[in-house]
Structure formats: C-alpha cells, structure tokens
C-alpha cells in the first residue's frame, strides 16, 4: 500500500491516515506524534487542520 504524501492535511476529529509527524495550520503551532488509525485531537481547545510533515 502506498504512503499518504508528505503535506496531506486532516481536521480534528478525523482519523489519521498515516503514521508519523503532524503539524497544526494554527498559530501558535505544534507538531504532534501520531499512529494510523487514531483521531487528530484538537489544539488550543479549537479544531485545527493537521499536516503530515515526517513518517514516523
């Protein structure tokens, strides 16, 4: 199967597609590690889109 490209985007609560580095498209920013499968948590309290950045 093949890898999601680096800079696919999900929202919160959508499940992540592919292990490795996110990145939150807000300001103040954050990078988080997460596993496929599991659902992108909010940041700041706020929904965000995420973007994978590196595979884990």
Do not use: D, H
Not at 31 to 37: A, F, V
């Amino acid at each position: 199967m093949a890898k999601e490209p680096l800079g696919t985007t999900r929202k919160t609560g959508e499940k992540c597609p592919e292990s490795g580095v996110w990145k939150s498209l807000s300001t103040p920013s954050t990078t988080i590690p997460l596993s496929k499968g599991e659902k992108f948590p909010p940041y700041n309290n706020q929904g965000v889109t995420w973007k994978l950045t590196a595979y884990a």
